[in-house]
């Protein structure tokens, strides 16, 4: 089995994270050709919020002790959880017939995207064992979240997908690579941080060239050493097109974005912004 799962979340089409998935999903799918590829725009095919039905589900798997996720389809007993489990089922079966979940992720008030947050409750029921899997977050942030910074207390973005992704699918095989301090690019008032975010971006796409070497070889032989921190804030996400139903793609071919050249990125994808 060898399959990349894709997520993107950012608002705008053309971001950060969505530059850096892009580089990382593309090197992957180059180091191995004829492997699956799914890739899921959360924005241009946002998933819906969890409704009442949902948790009917949930609390079936409970009180049933259901927890083979084969299984998960014994609890869709009414027409209202059918309906809700059409919404579940394919996005589950991307999720845990994937070796690797590539996801870009910016910052969003501290945290992740509703859009991110949305699938995950999605897909999330409990005690889920997602083990053997990498997991690789590309991540945007306006500020600077470092060790030492005073905003550092305030990051539950990395935080929580970390806390997250080992305390509920037991995945500690969780890389990060981050970009920084964006807004200096559209915030004049942070005109004296540019030159740090261009050294944080320049980072960030040397550690992604340089973690999908490990990428490659780690998919082909097993899911474990993708797990080094690159521990210089900088993240991964990736972005594919049009499938079956907006905003998700699946298979070979996939139209990616464009990627600027090197590691610049155009001012274009730098207009928006927090
Ligand atoms: C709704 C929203 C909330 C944001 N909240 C924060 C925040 O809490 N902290 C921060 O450092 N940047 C914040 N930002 C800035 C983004 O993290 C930054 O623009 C990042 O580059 C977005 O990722 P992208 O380039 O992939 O779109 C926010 C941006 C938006 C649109």
Same mark, same amino acid.
């Given at each position: 089995m060898t399959h990349l799962l894709h997520l993107d979340s950012s608002a705008r089409s053309r971001s950060f994270s969505r530059t850096l998935t892009a580089l990382c999903a593309e090197a992957w799918r180059a180091a191995h050709p004829g492997a699956a590829y799914t890739y899921r725009d959360l924005v241009a095919g946002p998933v819906p919020p969890i409704g009442e039905a949902w948790t009917e589900i949930c609390d079936h798997l409970l009180t049933?002790?259901?927890? $083979?996720?084969?299984?998960?389809?014994e609890a869709v007993t009414t027409p209202a959880r059918r309906a809700a489990w059409a919404?579940? +089922?394919p996005l589950l079966a991307e999720l845990v017939s994937a070796d690797v979940v590539l996801i870009g992720a910016p910052m969003y008030n501290y945290s992740i995207p509703a859009a991110l947050k949305a699938w995950i409750d999605q897909v999330t029921f409990p005690r889920m064992d997602l083990t053997g899997r990498a997991f690789v977050v590309a991540s945007?942030?306006?500020? @600077?979240?470092?060790? %030492?910074?005073?905003k550092e207390p305030f990051d539950h973005q990395e935080r929580y997908l970390r806390d997250f992704f080992a305390g509920h699918y037991g995945v500690t095989d969780v890389t990060f690579v981050t970009t +920084?301090?964006?807004? !200096?690019?559209?915030d004049p008032v942070?005109? $004296?941080?540019? +030159?740090? /975010? $261009?050294?944080s971006h320049r980072a960030a796409v040397a550690r992604v060239e340089a973690l999908t070497t490990r990428f490659g070889g780690a998919v082909a032989g097993g899911a474990a050493s993708l797990g080094s921190?690159?521990?210089?804030?900088? @993240?991964? @996400?990736? /972005? !594919?097109?049009?499938? !079956? @139903?907006?905003?998700?793609?699946? %298979?070979?071919?996939a139209s990616l974005a464009s990627l600027p050249g090197g590691a610049a990125i155009p001012s274009a994808a730098l207009g928006g912004g927090a």
């Open positions: 049933h002790q259901i927890t $083979d996720i084969p299984r998960y389809a919404t579940v +089922e945007a942030r306006g500020g @600077s979240y470092q060790p %030492g910074t005073p +920084e301090l964006t807004n !200096a690019r559209v942070l005109d $004296d941080l540019r +030159e740090r /975010q $261009d050294a921190q690159t521990g210089d804030g900088t @993240s991964l @996400s990736t /972005q !594919a097109g049009d499938g !079956a @139903s907006p905003g998700t793609q699946t %298979g070979h071919g």
